[in-house]
């Protein structure tokens, strides 16, 4: 390599060193000074709001354990009525709506919006809507119920979320209304 070569080899790389310093410097003062506005009142740009959704997709199919098993069926009519009384009892229903019934008003001005799970919750498995139900979701308003709730509890949870997107607003009202009955009954004793 001759002498000009390398001069310009060097000279290329200091300037793409400089000009990576300068963008992590803007980005970093960007952030640092809080020139990003956080405010629920407005739309995520679009770079930022597809980049937040693919950290949350990846991540929760990620750390979702997809071979979790349950020792009973999704299907139990008793895991499903426990999982419609938590779903009621934890306020579920004010973000997520139910069959027939909207989110609360709060609820649709959240960034980002809750999903509605009679649509939604046919596209997560078992082990990532268990998952997403124990842990959380950061920066989403979805709260972690592991803290609060054992594993057949979440499971119930799970089994009741798992049958929305077929369940008509009669189901859901029954589902709900017998789960409160039973929960009446046994706080009485």
């Known amino acids: ?9 060097v000279r290329t790389l200091a300037a793409i060193v400089v000009v990576l310093f300068a963008i992590v410097v803007g980005l970093a003062s960007y952030t640092y000074f809080g020139f990003y506005n956080v405010a629920a009142s407005e739309q995520d740009w679009g770079f930022v709001r597809w980049s937040l959704e693919t950290i949350r997709n990846n991540s929760i199919e990620r750390h979702a354990g997809h071979n979790v098993s349950l ?36 609820a649709k001005n959240m960034q980002p919006a ?12 078992d082990a990532e809507l268990y998952w997403i139900m124990k842990n959380g979701i950061k ?19 799970v089994a009741f979320t798992r049958r929305l997107p077929e369940m008509s607003q ?20």
């Open 1 to 9: 390599m001759t002498s000009a070569a390398m001069e310009l080899t």
């Open 71 to 106: 020792d009973r069926s999704l299907d139990d009519p008793e895991m499903i009525r426990t999982g419609g009384l938590h779903f009621k009892e934890e306020g579920c229903v004010s973000c997520h709506g139910g069959p027939g019934i909207s989110q609360a008003e709060f």
């Open 114 to 125: 809750p999903p509605d799970l009679t649509k939604t919750a046919a596209t997560l498995d």
């Open 139 to 157: 920066m989403t308003g979805m709260p972690a119920f592991g803290p609060t709730h054992n594993q057949e509890e979440l499971w119930a949870m």
């Open 170 to 189: 009669s189901e859901y009202k029954k589902i709900t209304e017998a789960s409160e009955a039973v929960r009446a009954s046994s706080r009485s004793r």
